[in-house]
């Protein structure tokens, strides 16, 4: 539950500042896992942010 909870703000906090949010709901957890791994270059996010954000988008779709 920690990790769902970091992802949530680090998602809030480094995924609108290019695009608008897509919903979590939007994709399955497989595209959600490819995004994620595409998109941390993108963002800049380190190791933990990212594995926290896709564990965010994976339990909210
Ligand atoms: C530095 C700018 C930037 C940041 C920060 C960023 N993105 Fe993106 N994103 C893009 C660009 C540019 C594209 C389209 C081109 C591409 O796919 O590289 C994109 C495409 C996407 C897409 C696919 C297009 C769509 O709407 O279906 C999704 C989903 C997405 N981003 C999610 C995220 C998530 C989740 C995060 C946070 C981890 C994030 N983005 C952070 C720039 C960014």
Redesign the pocket.
């Known amino acids: 539950m920690a990790a769902f909870a970091r992802g949530a703000k680090?998602?809030a906090d480094?995924?609108?500042?290019?695009?608008?949010?897509?919903d979590p709901k939007?994709?399955s957890d497989d595209?959600?896992k490819v995004?994620?791994t595409?998109?941390?270059l993108?963002?800049?996010?380190d190791g933990r942010?990212?594995r926290d954000?896709t564990v965010f988008?994976q339990g909210s779709n």
């Open positions: 680090a998602w480094n995924c609108a500042r290019c695009h608008n949010m897509r939007d994709l595209q959600w995004v994620t595409h998109m941390r993108r963002a800049g996010l942010e990212v954000i988008l």
